[in-house]
């Protein structure tokens, strides 16, 4: 079991950064962590991943870096040159041996 706390959304401009970090409450190392995001009337979509490898979503792509810090249990979302399309209930999510966790999500919004 993991739990997980997301922190950092809010209400920005288009074109400006936000950075989202989620805490775990255990160790994370042997964890794939990483972002799904759900706009409304949308499907949950991965934004970003973190394990044996780091993926990204083509619609993020150079505009998103996520940063994991096993020493902290924590793993951020970097976001720049933020879009209103980027708007969404951002989750911060882990798996290992086939379980997977989630957190309760934090609101992102990018709108003038």
């Known amino acids: 079991q993991v739990q997980l706390v997301e922190s950092g959304g809010g209400l920005v401009q288009p074109g400006e950064s936000l950075r989202l970090s989620c805490g775990a409450s255990r160790t994370i190392n042997r964890f794939t962590m990483g972002w799904y995001r759900q706009a409304p009337g949308k499907q949950r979509e991965l934004v970003a991943t973190s394990g044996i490898s780091t993926k990204y979503a083509d619609s993020v792509k150079g505009r998103f870096t996520i940063f994991r810090d096993n020493t902290k249990n924590t793993v951020d979302l970097q976001m720049t040159s933020l879009k209103p399309e980027d708007t969404g209930i951002y989750y911060c999510?882990?798996?290992?041996?086939?379980?997977?966790?989630w957190g309760q999500g934090t609101q992102v919004t990018v709108s003038s």
């Open positions: 999510y882990a798996v290992f041996t086939g379980s997977d966790y």
